[in-house]
Every structure is written in C-alpha cells, then in structure tokens.
C-alpha cells in the first residue's frame, strides 16, 4: 500500500466532509432603500433602543445562527456607540410593534453580544458572537439593540439596505429626538447566518488523517535515523 497516497486521500476526505458542513446564510427583507437607524446615526438622534421584527414566515425552518450581518447601501462615517443585540420571539405579529417596546419582548432567547461600533461604514457589517436558536413556529422573531456610550457626528451620514415594503421585517425605536415610534417600514435587511456543525463521522475522519500523518511521519524520521 501506498501509505503517503493513503494518508493524502484521508486528509483530502475530511477537508471535503468539513467544506461541505459550512454555514449556510439567510437574508430576511427587500434591498429598496438606505437607513442609518440604529448603527451608524443612533446616537446622533439620541437612540436608545431600536427593535426589528422578522416575519416567521420567511424562515424555512428552525435555525441556529451566530452572526447577523446588514450590507453598505451609502456609504460614509458612522457614530460611535455600544451596541448589545439580544433576540426575543415577538409577543404579537412582525408588522404590529408596539411603542412600549418592552412589551414586545416575548421569549428570551439570548444575547448575541456586546460590539463597539464606529468609524467608516463597511460594505457588511457583521457581527458575531454567541449562537441563537429560533425556531419560527414558535412566532416571530425580534432583535432588540440597547444603545451606550454613543459619541453623536451629527446628522445622517451614511446608510445600510434597508426594506420599505414591509413585507417580512419591521421596527421600532425609542430616542430622545426622534420619539419612539409603533411598527414601521425602513428597517434594515438582515442576514443569519447558521452556524456549521460538522458530524461526528467528520471529526472522527480528520482525526485519522491526522494521525496517519503523524504515523508517517515518524516512520520517515525512523528511516532517517
């Protein structure tokens, strides 16, 4: 047997298994307009709470997601703010938020993170953290951001893609300025992406690959010698 040809094709297999286990991404709301509300001109309106609401319907199925992500629709500088980005299921339907904004809050179903935010728009915002379970048959989903720390630019500078149709997302927000408001079109359009597990039989394959590697390895080192 050829050991080194052996060990290359177990290595190969399992990159393959583990290539194929990658997240998928799932984009929730039109691309129809730009916003800035609630990351890149929040704090200049004295936000302090923004909440978009997501229509179940546009979930095929239960998903498990770590980022969230909201694509440049103009781009420009940003103000400076700390952002954490909980999700809740929404007491009521997507399209009927209310002004009392805790009372949309239904299920907890966790903190995504804590993000300091700032500086020149990127072309994806994308933010990271812990892993949310939403199962849409359970109702729709809602993101609420509570605002910190914002150092205002002042004024509208630049803006993500954002759905004016209201069809699928929704928003509300609470701000010293720019009052708080019920359910509203223009929030952004928001990306989930899934979170890859690989199978166990992928892990148990990369795990011998890489011990044959080692095995050839030394058997090379022991020739040597």
């Known amino acids: 047997m050829n050991l080194k040809r052996y060990v290359t094709g177990a290595a190969i297999a399992a990159a393959v298994a583990m290539a194929s286990s990658q997240a998928f991404a799932l984009t929730i709301g039109n691309n129809d307009g730009g916003n ?32 969230v992500s909201f694509g ?28 009392n904004m805790a009372s949309n809050e239904g299920t907890f179903l966790g903190t995504l ?5 700032g500086g020149t728009m ?30 205002a630019l002042g004024g509208y500078n630049s803006f993500f893609a954002a ?10 927000w609470n701000s010293s300025t ?22 166990p039989s992928t892990w148990a394959m990369l795990a011998f690959g890489l011990s044959m590697i080692g095995l050839t390895l030394g058997l090379r080192r022991k020739r040597t010698a």
Request: hydrophobic residues 30%.
């Open 36 to 67: 800035c509300y609630p990351f890149s001109c929040g704090p200049s309106d004295g936000l302090t709470q923004y909440q978009e609401a997501y229509n179940s319907s546009a979930f095929s199925g239960p998903l498990s997601f770590d980022q």
């Open 178 to 199: 720019n009052g708080p408001s019920g359910s509203d079109t223009g929030a952004l359009q928001t990306t989930f992406s899934d979170v890859a597990v690989p199978e």
């Open 122 to 151: 990127p072309t994806t915002l994308a933010l990271t953290g812990s892993t949310i379970n939403y199962d849409p048959s359970m109702g729709d989903l809602l993101m609420n951001v509570d605002i910190s720390n914002g150092s």
């Open 72 to 99: 440049l629709e103009s781009p420009g500088p940003m103000d400076s703010g700390t952002y954490t980005v909980s999700f809740y299921l929404s007491t009521g339907p997507f399209n009927s938020l209310s002004s």
């Open 113 to 117: 993170g804590t993000f300091n935010i």
């Open 163 to 172: 759905d004016y149709t209201g069809a699928d997302v929704s928003r509300a």
